[in-house]
């Protein structure tokens, strides 16, 4: 069960100024009617699922599309795939034609990159509301 002092979110990405925008894009918290969150990095596919592995219960995972060399849609799926009950995914995607693969991945949002700065909380937000009731 989740603290109400933080919630937990996951940010996966290679390029260590994607994860510190992301995590200057959320801030200290995403909507005033929820708890802080606490940010947690992985770069790389084997931190990620070694963080997922230790049972963590994260309110939302963050993912960059683009990652290399493993990329954040084929993990989305994966994690979709192989954790039963996993938090909400957002994709970063750079181009618009990518969304197909998005849907493929069962990430539950994508957001664009460039991060927008308003639709990125606001889309957090959104999720890990829905992870809070499911989990309640």
Do not use: C, N
């Amino acid at each position: 069960m989740m603290s109400d002092a933080t919630v937990k979110v996951l940010v996966f990405s290679d390029d260590r100024l994607v994860r510190e925008q992301i995590r200057l894009t959320l801030g200290r918290r995403v909507a005033m009617d929820l708890p802080q969150i606490e940010v947690f990095e992985v770069a790389t596919q084997g931190a990620l699922l070694r963080t997922l592995d230790a049972g963590t219960d994260y309110a939302l995972m963050i993912f960059d599309g683009d990652a290399q060399p493993s990329g954040g849609f084929g993990l989305a799926h994966q994690v979709k795939e192989e954790y039963a009950d996993s938090a909400p995914i957002m994709l970063l995607v750079k181009r618009e034609a990518d969304a197909w693969l998005a849907s493929w991945s069962r990430a539950e949002a994508v957001t664009p990159f460039p991060i927008d700065p308003v639709t990125m909380p606001e889309q957090a937000a959104h999720l890990i509301r829905a992870r809070l009731a499911q989990v309640a």
